[in-house]
C-alpha cells in the first residue's frame, strides 16, 4: 500500500543523505583523545555545520535520526577501542549542541574499530567520527 511508497521514499533519502555525509568526517585525533579536536572542527565547521543544519537535519524522516558516530583504532583491543569511540561521538554531539543543533535531532553511536578506514592510511585515518542517518533508537 501507500505506506511501502513512503517508506521507499524515506530510505531513499537516506541513502542519499548518508552518502553525501561521507565526505564529512572529522579526524585528527590523538591516539587515546576524546575531545573534539579544535582545529579539525573549526575547518570542518566552514561547510559541515550548515550542511548538517540547513541541509540534513530538514531533510532526514521523521523515524530518523543524525548519528555522531566515533570511530577509533585497533591499539589496546575492543572494548577500548569501543570506550574511546564513544566518548569521541559524544563529545562531538555536545560540540555541535553547543554550536546550535538541536540536540533531539542527532544521536550516537560507537564502531568502536570495526570501521576501519584504510589499511595504508595507518591508525590515524580511525581515529575520526563520521555521521550516519539511521533509525533512532
Same mark, same amino acid.
Given at each position: 500500500g501507500s505506506a511501502e511508497v513512503k517508506s521507499l521514499?524515506?530510505? @531513499?533519502?537516506? %541513502?542519499? #543523505?548518508?552518502k553525501q555525509l561521507e565526505a564529512y568526517d572529522v579526524s585528527g585525533y590523538a591516539g587515546d583523545q576524546t575531545a573534539v579536536p579544535e582545529? @579539525?572542527? %573549526?575547518?570542518?565547521?566552514?561547510t559541515g555545520l550548515p550542511f548538517i543544519m540547513k541541509t540534513v537535519l530538514p531533510a532526514v524522516p521523521a523515524r530518523y535520526k543524525l548519528h555522531v558516530v566515533g570511530n577509533a583504532d585497533s591499539a589496546g583491543g575492543p572494548a577500548k577501542a569501543s570506550a574511546i569511540a564513544k566518548g569521541r561521538a559524544d563529545a562531538f554531539k555536545a560540540r555541535l *549542541? /553547543? +554550536?546550535? *543543533?538541536?540536540? !533531539? /535531532? #542527532?544521536?550516537? %553511536?560507537?564502531?568502536? +574499530?570495526? /570501521?576501519?578506514? !584504510? /589499511? !595504508? !592510511?595507518?591508525?590515524?585515518?580511525n581515529r575520526r567520527v563520521d555521521f550516519e542517518v539511521i533509525i533512532a533508537q
Open positions: 521514499g524515506e530510505e @531513499e533519502i537516506v %541513502k542519499q #543523505l548518508n582545529t @579539525e572542527y %573549526k575547518k570542518w565547521a566552514e *549542541v /553547543k +554550536d546550535g *543543533v538541536d540536540g !533531539s /535531532k #542527532l544521536g550516537v %553511536k560507537s564502531a568502536g +574499530d570495526a /570501521k576501519f578506514a !584504510s /589499511k !595504508s !592510511s595507518g591508525r590515524t585515518a
